[in-house]
């Protein structure tokens, strides 16, 4: 309960003015009368927040960054978009956004002004009452990207969302990701999370992705927060019939990471494919919870995690897979790889398949091993020395999520940030 | 340029290698032949340097040194080159950047100039026409998914790419049809020069009809049992083992 009165401390004190003020306040009433997750509850099994909810945040002021450092962050060649978040509010500036006349690129405030009721609609439809994080996002917010492509429009080069945390102060940030695509459309977004300092901040970060029929989207994310940070993402996926949604996600930083991930398929013929990598070091955890919901026949949905833990570090997979009844024909393909570089890292892999149609096709797989001793040998059995062949290996466990990047200017890059993060 | 005295070789506690004599000399073809268990493979992973095996007794001295002394890496440089009976498969690296980083690793050794990537395609597609795989073959991640007959012709590709002083090959032939051998001896026969040497693993005579060998061995139980021409090989062929264990025991 104390925990609890903190945030909604930091709810009165903050100004509640705008388009959203019912919205934030029937969120934060919501947040008042739910609790949060302990580890007796089973989605919370493996992945203590205490740490997290006890600590005592403020707001954070705008602080400065240069365009060098931006420009150090943006992966690949140059992009069409970028929006540059510090500490969670809208940098216009650093930001480079490119006017069109009907595709909307912008922060939620701007959004707000220019687009009012529409926007609102969509901040109150993705509010989920039932999460307490959701809530907590709402009542909170401060921003987050508002992108919205109309129908038939390909957006050919990459949208760049660009967060960089750098403060003393153990902050909070609640940001607000939607991103609404239209039938027969394609979009590429790049979200990145950087930090400067070293300090404890609370990255509560929601993002919605609404994927129309026979819409195509990309959607690569690099988390590089600070190792004493924490972030927790829900990332809600809704796709119409025909469409293609694919998440690269890579996960590097950050003290407890806790990544929530619901695809409902809400029609036939979709693809869907998650794919996730995470390193960890140290102390940290990094736990990625998955939900493929199949409602309809003939989808596909594919997912492969891969985690290299070293040190105390821990990794936790849960892939639930609801194919239900209608749903024939659907193939769920799920994989959880992890190598293990001290006796002391770990993992918690749960898959998790509940099937109520007959025709399907499902299969799951887990494993946690070392690096492989025989391909190790056959390498330096042909002459590359021992360092070498350990980061040839460990290139080619990350390469199989990041081949799935396809862009070969943002997989280098990726793949480059990846390997010297070993 | 190999002399192997009196090697004993243990894996987990059990000793398969008891007392192994060999000495291989340049532009010599050793073919070693024997019963299953007998200790071949054992032979070549000693050569190469793999860890579980345990040498107990005896020496190798390869080139004049002490290859005991030497690490798995060095060995290879050093132009000991082992194609395995069983290559592994190694997923996400292709075959093309696992050779350039092998070449290249070997060029760094002999503090030779690194190969630019274009240059190292240029040499490996020469090679790749030797074992006859195309483009497509190079792409792939090494030995996956390959059919026994790709694995094979990928050891002998890997050999004519990297170079070598001393090849060791373990059962190449085991497995292929007769075309897939005729594409490997032939192989084998190109690279074959007086500088170089050969030890050939094998069970059957055919792949020594290609490879002629200079001197063929027979290793049961872990030692070298008998020693001959070519003809001991054909003699083998015919005959099976038999009388060559009745001797040994004999001999005990
Ligand atoms: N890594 C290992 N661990 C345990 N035992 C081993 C290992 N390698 C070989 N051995 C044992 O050593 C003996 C000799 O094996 P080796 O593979 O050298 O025989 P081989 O002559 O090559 O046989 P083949 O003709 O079947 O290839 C066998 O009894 C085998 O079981
Ligand atoms: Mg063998």
Redesign the pocket.
């Known amino acids: 309960m104390k925990t609890k009165q903190h945030f909604i401390s930091i709810f009165d004190e903050m100004a509640n003015e705008d388009a959203l003020k019912d919205i934030r306040k029937q969120a934060i009433d919501t947040f008042s009368q739910l609790e949060f997750p302990t580890r007796r509850h089973e989605e919370w099994k493996y992945t203590n927040i205490n740490p997290i909810i006890q600590k005592s945040y403020t707001v954070e002021e705008n602080c400065s960054v240069s365009q060098e450092t931006i420009d150090g962050y943006i992966l690949g060649e140059t992009p069409g978009n970028i929006l540059v978040f510090v500490n969670g509010i809208f940098n216009e500036e650093l930001s480079h956004i490119e006017n069109s006349e009907e595709i909307i690129v912008s922060n939620v405030k701007g959004a707000l002004q220019k687009h009012g009721e529409k926007v609102t609609q969509f901040v109150e439809n993705t509010t989920d009452k039932e999460q307490i994080f959701s809530v907590l996002n709402t009542a909170l917010l401060q921003d987050g990207v508002f992108i919205q492509v109309p129908k038939n429009k390909v957006v050919e080069k990459p949208i760049f969302v660009v967060n960089v945390s750098d403060s003393e102060q153990q902050f909070i940030h609640n940001a607000k990701n939607i991103i609404d695509v239209g039938e027969n459309s394609q979009v590429n977004i790049v979200e990145t999370y950087r930090h400067g300092k070293d300090s404890a901040y609370f990255n509560n970060i929601t993002t919605d992705v609404f994927v129309a029929a026979n819409a195509h989207v990309q959607h690569v994310r690099l988390q590089m927060e600070s190792k004493k940070a924490y972030q927790i993402t829900t990332l809600n996926i809704r796709q119409q019939k025909d469409s293609t949604y694919t998440s690269v996600s890579v996960d590097l930083g950050g003290a407890i990471v806790r990544n929530n991930i619901n695809v409902d398929l809400q029609d036939s013929n979709i693809e869907s494919n998650l794919y996730g990598l995470y390193l960890g070091k140290d102390e940290q955890l990094i736990d990625n919870h998955t939900f493929i919901d199949h409602a309809k026949p003939h989808c596909n949905s594919n997912e492969l995690y891969k985690g290299i833990l070293d040190d105390k570090a821990r990794g936790v997979f849960n892939g639930k897979v609801l194919v239900r009844q209608d749903a024939q024909k659907t193939n769920a393909f799920q994989s959880n790889q992890n190598i293990l570089l001290s006796d002391n890292a770990g993992v918690d892999t749960k898959p998790q398949l509940e099937i109520f149609a007959d025709d399907v096709k499902c299969s799951h797989g887990a494993t946690v091993g070392e690096l492989d001793e025989g391909a190790m040998f056959y390498l330096r059995a042909r002459g590359i020395g021992e360092k070498e062949a350990h980061s040839l290996l460990r290139q080619a466990f990350v390469g199989e999520v990041l081949e799935f990047v396809k862009q070969d200017s943002l997989r280098e890059k990726l793949e480059e940030i990846v390997m010297s993060h070993f | 340029m190999l002399k192997i005295k009196n090697l004993h070789v243990s ?2 506690g ?1 000793e ?1 290698l008891r007392g192994l004599n060999l000495e291989i000399n340049k532009g010599e073809v050793h073919a070693i032949m ?1 019963p ?7 032979l070549a992973n000693v050569l190469a340097g793999k860890e ?1 095996y345990e040498v107990t007794a005896g020496e190798i001295i390869y080139k004049g040194e002490d290859l005991l002394e030497m690490s798995i890496e060095d060995r290879s440089r050093e132009g000991i080159f082992m194609a395995f ?1 069983y290559p592994v498969e190694i997923p996400g690296v292709s075959m093309i950047n696992f050779l350039k980083t092998a070449l290249n690793a070997n060029r760094e050794y002999h503090e030779q100039k690194k190969m630019s990537a274009r240059e190292i395609l240029k040499l490996v597609r020469e090679k790749a026409k030797l074992v006859e795989v195309d483009d497509e073959f190079l792409r792939r991640a090494v030995n996956e998914g390959f059919s026994g007959g790709e694995k094979k012709r990928n050891e002998i590709l890997q050999m004519a790419v990297l170079g070598f002083q001393l090849a060791v090959l373990d ?1 190449t032939d085991s497995g292929l049809d007769i075309d897939a051998l005729r594409i490997v001896s032939e192989g084998i026969n190109q690279l074959r020069g007086e500088d170089n040497a050969f030890v050939v693993v094998t ?1 059957y005579q055919r792949l020594l009809d290609h490879i002629v060998p200079d001197f063929v061995h027979v290793l049961y139980n872990g030692a070298i049992v008998k020693s001959g021409d070519k003809n001991l090989a054909l003699e083998l062929e015919k005959e099976g083992y038999a009388w060559i264990k009745e001797e040994a025991a004999a001999a005990s």
């Open positions: 894996v987990e059990n398969i024997g299953n268990g007998s200790g071949k493979s054992t579980d009976q059962e069970h």
